[in-house]
């Protein structure tokens, strides 16, 4: 089975940094994803991790540890447009994209 | 880059008529669809694996004779919510798994009153 856990909400100040954690439990681990939804949209891809260690992309990062089961998301200069769900993702030996609960970040000016 | 396009993008029926949601990848061929369900303020429950050309895979919990999915080709899947009734109310979004990883459609929003 699989377990994936996140806060449920947080908030944080604009230009400020906020890291969301997410730990896992999972059979079959093939990488873990990290997307931002904004309400009633589709989810949109941020970032993908596969091995150990942290992956920059702009102001977007995203942390890896496989023997921890553990991962976070650091966003850095936070802008209001920030505001959003945060989703990550586990991606099983069976192919599918399972998500954890989600955490509503609120970034307040 | 990968676009699926997923029809409509909200629809309102009466509680025991069926609703068909269509999900497309444009540019790509898609040999897996995953569907999903999304109630207000919850995350994305993965309902079903669809492959092309065999039968759906449901989650569990998932009733297959209540959510029919079709993949009958490489860029086409259909959901069709059967006998709808207001707790089937939810937003549903598709994904296709490509060359380019996994892509989502724009989602569907389902009022059934």
């Known amino acids: 089975g699989q377990n994936i856990d996140q806060p449920t909400e947080m908030t944080a100040t604009e230009g400020a940094i906020v890291q969301i954690n997410c730990t896992y439990q999972t059979s079959g681990f093939n990488g873990l994803f990290w997307y931002q939804q904004h309400a009633g949209e589709a989810p949109t891809f941020l970032s993908y991790n596969v091995l150990d260690g942290l992956e920059e992309k702009g102001r977007f990062s995203s942390f890896l540890s496989r023997s921890k089961g553990y991962s976070y998301l650091l966003l850095k200069e936070l802008q209001m447009k920030d505001s959003a769900s945060y989703l990550c993702a586990d991606y099983n030996q069976g192919g599918k994209l399972i998500f954890g609960q989600g955490t509503e970040l609120s970034v307040k000016p | 880059g990968a676009v699926v396009s997923q029809h409509p993008s909200w629809v309102i029926c009466k509680s025991g008529t069926s609703v068909k949601i269509e999900c497309r990848s444009l540019?790509?061929?898609?040999?897996?669809m995953f569907w999903y369900r999304q109630f207000p303020k919850q995350s994305l429950m993965l309902m079903a694996t669809s492959n092309e050309g065999s039968k759906a895979t449901y989650e569990q919990g998932v009733e297959k004779d209540k959510f029919l999915i079709n993949h009958a080709s490489l860029t086409l899947s259909t959901l069709t919510v059967t006998s709808a009734h207001p707790e089937d109310s939810s937003f549903y979004i598709c994904s296709a798994r490509g060359n380019y990883g996994y892509t989502f459609g724009s989602g569907t929003r389902l009022t059934v009153v």
């Open positions: 540019d790509f061929q898609a040999t897996t």
